[in-house]
């Protein structure tokens, strides 16, 4: 059987990373994403431990799920209560979910001193609510926390736990490394061992504090494991959970397994960034298969080399996944680089163009240009060299204020003059700081003749000294990410002064955003 | 031999990272904290690449290095070119380093459609490099560039290309998965199968493309790998190389390895955010060991059986990494940090001074403070509190205007109205920027009172956007680096405008250095 089972805990589990917090509509819409993805299970979170649990798992039911089932994550019983009376238990099955997915400690010195139960109370409390929930109709699963330390300090428990969940009627038991701490190697042996003697489905549940959770899950499904449990980019507690965007290509495309329907691979990008969008995380440039730098080259030789066979230093095609390559342009890149950036404006045949362009931006980079991070600056810098490019407003002049009395908050004015078509336009306004304040001025002033920049926003706003030994006299490049309803693109500014810097920036980025829209009608 | 060997590359392959440039100032800063850490190999650069690589080999042979072996990294001659003649190798000689690291090709496919050279040749070109270097007195390892790609295609002329370079004298033979793209599982086996073939010292280098960059180096370890290259952070090409700051704490307090030197495994922490801090990265707060949520406990639960029993959700302790636990729900974190640094007031016997400092630098920290890389403000604060502190000048107000007009330099101009000993100074300056401007009216105001400032000067200026998704309205933290005849010291201030953040921390550098002048007369 090569059909691995994808079950997804990022409402749960990776909802305990820190700064993680999902509003119920957050959740019902990850819920879709995820299903679309095509994941198995969405465990969509803790039924007893908020009201917000509670309110999703009763709108989630109106959904219309394509494939996935929604899983409900809960503890066993309490010591000494009966099954029909425990709190969690009741919580479980009002949240109507098809799948339970029930924790219990399978760690003896934990049983012991965290619970302060017995051990053999212990496993009573694991086999009465696996066989309850079963016998109300649910798909059971059976997390044995702590199973990793609890194996290497006691086996004869840690095994037991698993044979007790099994015999109560538990669909999968799922092996957890909770501290996240095991080795690969470890783990491929105590599931191998474990294999032997459990003959149901097993799954995996592992966290990333040894840098190791795509590498110990990767390494049970090669002992038998079939149910794979992770978030979406890994997020969780701590270091987090095991990430799904890596595990399922490393699956699919290198070990030959079955997992997500048809196409979900080539969604895997998309929804990774919709979920740090969502959770409103900066995402991880590096993050592999589906990080924004995961196929970028920056060396001339590996550019050079990738042109000839994109095998050279690319292990996946990246659309199998929903990237793209990237060409990166810095002071490491030969003219290959922007050979292939050219390409697109179908130039690169022109040698004499292609030689200027190349000194052209080796100067900038000189003075600290830096457009590895800043494509659409580039474009524009290609744009103006080969005469497609039209002005859209010219600079009058602009006047920034920042004055400060005592120990007030300091006041911060900017005044923009702009020329349109001929008409000038004179706009003042305030902001938190004086890049903030010219640009509400200049998009005020702009706003009047191209409408279209309310859709536009910056996102992300970043200095840096470049010659920072010169103290306050030191240059600064300031680059500015925006964006609108269908593009994210960034843009640079280099100068001595940092009001300046952040106007070059904001300038090209509202030029850039014009461009590509008159280019839209164009084409239409 | 349980002994690793540790090969930084942090600031050669590092660097091909996305966004990732150092100036020469930050390299051999870097080189004396990787040092410090006790790695065994510095790469440096490039020495053909780039002129900043060329001055750093000049300027760090006049570093006094405790440990570490500073390597030049380079490929092997040019196909059909003389040894002597070729110009990588003679650059490399140049570079006067004790190591040279050689990179050549072990994958047929590559030397035929990349190299365009017979295998030959290339056996030759390998052979030659290693052999001319070695009696040249230089320490040679040879990277093997493709090395797991190749052997999978072409076992018999990888293994070939390994056993040339034994023959000619190379130090290592370092196998690379140079795609990133192999599982742990291939790893091992094919190592095992090399180190039955090389009897000499193998190394690994692997990119993290498929996420298992840190699985597959420990599985080359466990199959005799005694050199391992990697960079801080993980940082590199595409998504990084392998991440020195999970691999080193696996090796050593996992697997039983010795690396480092004494008490360089506790330097990890503040070495990863040194790096982050230089190169102007975001730290990646999940990042496991070193991140500052690493150890950081969520969960109610989990935060109660932390305390019963500090294993039960952490699989090292904190502290044998440098990394501290935190708290989420009562942000205890950096009370340590806090007790060295107010040790020499002689106050950690005062709880509620303790309990004061502590609550203040916390509060600080959430609005975005961070007094680490800014002792000068920390100091400031305390004396403060507790009152061994006065007033050297009082600010009435201040204005910087930064004007613009057409394609003109902006004209940039700062008055400062302070009072000293209740005469009132008023003055204007102008500046290449408005941070610039305003300093030097600050200056000119205060000198007249206290003539010793014309000795101090400002070395450095960072500036960091701590909230970045908030666009310009970001809030920013700036850092400035003091020097007078005697010291230097670091102030820092936090704002949503950059100017008056920039403020703060001019405010504190100046105070800071009549403070201490004070305590010197008072002394004599």
Redesign the interface.
């Known amino acids: 059987m090569n059909r691995i089972f994808i079950y997804d805990t990022t409402l749960r589990d990776g909802s305990?990373?820190?700064?993680i917090s999902f509003s119920l509509q957050d959740k019902l819409a990850i819920t879709l994403k995820l299903d679309d993805l095509g994941v198995d299970y969405i465990e969509g979170g803790y039924p007893i431990a908020n009201p917000k649990d509670e309110s999703y798992f009763k709108e989630v039911k109106s959904l219309k799920l394509r494939h996935a089932k929604i899983a409900a994550f809960g503890s066993t019983r309490k010591a000494e209560v009966r099954i029909e009376e425990d709190k969690n238990v009741k919580a479980l099955l009002l949240a109507e979910t098809p799948v339970v997915t029930i924790v219990g400690k399978s760690w003896d010195?934990?049983v012991k001193?965290?619970l302060k139960v017995s051990l053999d109370e212990n496993l009573k409390m694991i086999s009465d609510t696996i066989a309850y929930l079963k016998s109300k109709g649910r798909e059971v699963f059976f997390d044995a926390e702590?199973f990793f330390?609890g194996y290497k300090k006691n086996r004869e428990y840690a095994l037991k736990v698993l044979q007790e969940a099994q015999a109560s009627g538990a669909d999968a038991m799922v092996l957890c490394d909770?501290?996240?701490?095991s080795?690969?190697?470890e783990i491929a042996e105590i599931v191998g061992a474990i294999r032997e003697k459990i003959k149901g489905m097993l799954g995996i549940h592992v966290h990333?504090?040894?840098?190791?959770a795509?590498?110990?899950t990767?390494?049970s499904v090669?002992q038998g494991v079939r149910q794979v449990q992770g978030t979406i980019n890994?997020?969780?507690?701590?270091?987090?959970n095991a990430?799904l965007c890596?595990i399922i290509p490393?699956l699919v495309l290198?070990?030959g397994y079955r997992c997500l329907e048809d196409k979900g691979l080539r969604k895997l990008t998309e929804v990774s960034r919709y979920i740090y969008e969502t959770a409103?995380l900066?995402l991880?440039?590096?993050?592999?298969?589906v990080?924004?730098?995961?196929?970028?080259?920056?060396?001339g030789l590996?550019i050079?080399?990738i042109q000839?066979?994109k095998?050279?230093?690319?292990?996946?095609p990246p659309e199998s996944v929903g990237n793209e390559r990237k060409i990166?342009i810095?002071?490491?890149s030969g003219s290959s680089t922007i050979l292939a950036k050219v390409e697109k404006f179908h130039l690169t045949h022109d040698r004499k163009f292609m030689k200027d362009i190349l000194e052209e931006v080796q100067n900038l980079e000189n003075e600290g240009y830096?457009f590895?991070?800043a494509e659409a600056s580039f474009e524009l810098l290609v744009r103006k060299k080969i005469g497609r490019y039209k002005t859209f407003f010219?600079?009058?002049?602009?006047?920034?204020?920042?004055?400060?009395?005592?120990?007030g908050l300091?006041v911060?004015e900017a005044t923009v003059k702009v020329k349109v078509n001929n008409i000038q336009e004179l706009s003042a306004s305030e902001?938190?700081?004086?890049?903030?304040a010219l640009?509400s001025a200049l998009r005020k002033a702009l706003e009047r003749f191209y409408p279209s920049l309310k859709d536009m926003?910056?996102?992300?706003?970043?200095?840096?000294?470049?010659?920072?030994?010169?103290?306050?006299?030191?240059k600064?490049r300031v680059i500015?990410e925006s964006q609108d309803k269908e593009n994210i693109w960034n843009t640079v500014g280099v100068?001595?002064?940092?009001?300046?810097a952040?106007?070059y920036a904001l300038v090209d980025s509202i030029e850039y955003k014009l461009l590509k829209e008159q280019e839209v009608e164009t084409e239409e």
Request: charged share 25%.
């Open positions: 305990q990373g820190e700064g010195s934990q001193n965290v702590h330390d909770t501290n996240g701490g080795l690969p190697v990333n504090d040894g840098d190791l795509v590498a110990n990767l390494a090669n890994g997020i969780g507690e701590r270091c987090g990430d890596s490393n290198k070990m409103n900066l991880r440039s590096n993050q592999p298969f990080g924004v730098s995961a196929f970028a080259h920056k060396g590996h050079n080399a000839k066979d095998g050279t230093y690319e292990h996946i990166l810095s002071e490491l830096q590895e991070s010219d600079l009058e002049g602009f006047r920034v204020i920042v004055e400060k009395r005592e120990n300091p911060t902001g938190s700081g004086p890049v903030n640009d926003k910056l996102v992300d706003y970043k200095v840096r000294v470049i010659n920072p030994r010169s103290g306050t006299a030191a600064v500015i100068s001595e002064n940092v009001i300046e952040s106007w």
